[in-house]
C-alpha cells in the first residue's frame, strides 16, 4: 500500500461516534446532517423512476435534463453559467475528489484554507499532492481570513487552492470583495481555485448576499466574481439544501475547457451518478423556491435556539456562525476535544464532534450539528452539557 494511504488519519468523530454503538440513550449532533429525512416530494421522483424502470447507466457528465437544471438553478443564484460547465457527480465528496483528479498529482502543491472538514485535505494527500495549510485565526471567539497569510502562501508553485466557505467546521464565510481579492491573486499565480460551496445556501448573513426574489439568502461564490474561462471549480451538494446525504448526488461547475476531462474521470470512478437519484436531484430543484427557504429558516431557528444557550454557559466561547449548520465552541480548560468529546458520550450522553478532527488547529474545540427538526432536543443538549461545565 502506498504511505501516503497507510498515513491518512481515521474519522476522530467516528472514533467518538463508536464508542456510543448500541447506545439509545445518546443525544448525538456529531455528523453533519439534519435529524429530517428528505423531503416526500423528492423520494416520489426516485421511487417513480424506479417503478418506470429507469435503472440503467446514464451519461457520463448526468442526465441532460439534470445539467440543465442546475445551471438554470446556478444562474438564478449567481453569474450566468451554461450546461456544458455542469458535471453531475455521485456526491459532493466524489465531485472534490474528481475536481482533485483533474487538477493535481504526484508532487503538485496543494493549499488549502484549515480548519476544514478532513476530506478536503486527504483528498489531495491520497493523490500524492503536498498540502500546505493555511489556518484561519480565532479571534474573540470568531474565525478570520488573515488574506496577507494566505496570499503569501500561494505562490506560481501553487497547483491549486482550496477553500471552503461556508465553513465546515467553524461558520466562518468569505465575504464578495475577498473572494474577488483570491481569484484576482491566483490569475496572477495561476493557480486554479476549488471552492466547496456546499452550504451557499445555508447563510445567514443579510448584508453582501445575492437575494433569491427577495426572499432567500444565499452566501457570496467565487462565481459570482469569476469568468467562465477562470481557473475555478466550484463543487456541490444536493446533500445539505435538499435534506438528500444519503442518496449521494453533487454537481460541480467546471470552466469549459475542463468538462470533457471530467467526463472522463467520471467514466474511470462511477460511469455516472444512478438515474433515479438524478430523477430525485431534479424534482428537488425544481422545488427549490419552495423548499430550501423554509428549511433555511427552520435551521436559523435552530441556530437562534443554541447559540445563546451555549454561550451563557461558565467558560463557554462560541462562534457564531455566518454559514452551514455547525456551532464551534471551546470550553475553558477543555483542551483535548478528543478526549472531552469522549467524556461527553460516556458521562452525560452527547455526541459531539472533536475540533482536532478538522486539524490541530481546531484542538480545544468542539462542533455540534444543528441542524435538527425538533429544537428541543438542542436544549436538552446544552442541559447536559451544562452538568459537564460545572464539575
Ligand atoms: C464542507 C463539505 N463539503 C462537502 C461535503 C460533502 O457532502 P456530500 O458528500 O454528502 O455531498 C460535506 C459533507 O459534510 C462538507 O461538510
Known amino acids: ?33 439534519s435529524d429530517e429525512p428528505t423531503p416526500a416530494f423528492i423520494r416520489d421522483a426516485a421511487t417513480r423512476s424506479i417503478q418506470d424502470g429507469e435503472t440503467f447507466y446514464s451519461h457520463n457528465l448526468g442526465l441532460p435534463e439534470l445539467r440543465q437544471a442546475v445551471a438554470d438553478y446556478t444562474s438564478g443564484l449567481h453569474r450566468p453559467v451554461s450546461a456544458q460547465r455542469i458535471a453531475i457527480t455521485s456526491s459532493g465528496v466524489n465531485a472534490l475528489m474528481l475536481a482533485m483528479q483533474a487538477l493535481a498529482g504526484p508532487g503538485d502543491e496543494v493549499v488549502v484554507v484549515v480548519p476544514v472538514w478532513p476530506n478536503l485535505t486527504a483528498q489531495p494527500a491520497i493523490l500524492g499532492a503536498q498540502v500546505v495549510r493555511v489556518s484561519l485565526k480565532a479571534e474573540g471567539g470568531a474565525w478570520r481570513l488573515d488574506m496577507a497569510r494566505l496570499l503569501e502562501a500561494v505562490t506560481p508553485r501553487t497547483r491549486v487552492l482550496v477553500v471552503n466557505a461556508p465553513n465546515n467546521p467553524t461558520g466562518w464565510t468569505l465575504s464578495r ?20 460551496e456546499v452550504y451557499e445556501r445555508i447563510h445567514f448573513g443579510t448584508a453582501d ?9 444565499c452566501a457570496p461564490s467565487f462565481l459570482d466574481v469569476a469568468e467562465p474561462d477562470d481557473r475555478l471549480v466550484v463543487a456541490h451538494s444536493f446533500s445539505k439544501s435538499f435534506l438528500m446525504t444519503g442518496w449521494r448526488l453533487g454537481w460541480l461547475v467546471v470552466p469549459p475547457s475542463l468538462t470533457e476531462a471530467v467526463g472522463k474521470l467520471i467514466e474511470y470512478n462511477t460511469s455516472c451518478a444512478p438515474v ?3 430523477r430525485a436531484g431534479l424534482a428537488g430543484l425544481q422545488g427549490a423556491a419552495g423548499f430550501v427557504p423554509g ?11 443554541l447559540l445563546p444557550q451555549l ?11 455566518e454559514g452551514g449548520m455547525y456551532a464551534f465552541f471551546r470550553v475553558e480548560g477543555q483542551n483535548d476535544s478528543l478526549a472531552f468529546a469522549k ?6 450522553g452527547l455526541g459531539l464532534a472533536p475540533g482536532v ?24 443538549g446544552v442541559q447536559r452539557l451544562a452538568a459537564m461545565v460545572r464539575l
Open 1 to 33: 500500500m502506498r504511505t501516503a494511504i497507510q498515513q491518512l488519519p481515521g474519522s476522530k468523530i467516528r472514533e467518538v461516534a463508536n464508542a456510543a454503538m448500541g447506545r439509545s440513550d445518546v443525544l448525538a449532533f456529531w455528523f453533519g446532517e
Open 177 to 196: 470583495a475577498e473572494q474577488q481579492t483570491i481569484l484576482d491573486h491566483c490569475r496572477r499565480t495561476g493557480t486554479w481555485v476549488v471552492a466547496d
Open 209 to 217: 448576499v445575492a437575494a433569491v426574489g427577495g426572499a432567500s439568502t
Open 276 to 278: 433515479f437519484v438524478q
Open 295 to 305: 428549511l433555511v429558516q427552520r435551521l436559523r431557528a435552530c441556530r437562534d435556539t
Open 311 to 321: 454561550a451563557a454557559l461558565p467558560g463557554v466561547q462560541v462562534a457564531v456562525p
Open 343 to 348: 467524556r461527553l458520550v460516556a458521562e452525560a
Open 357 to 380: 478532527a478538522f486539524g490541530p488547529e481546531a484542538e480545544g474545540w468542539l462542533r455540534w450539528c444543528f441542524a435538527s427538526k425538533d429544537p428541543t432536543r438542542l436544549s436538552d
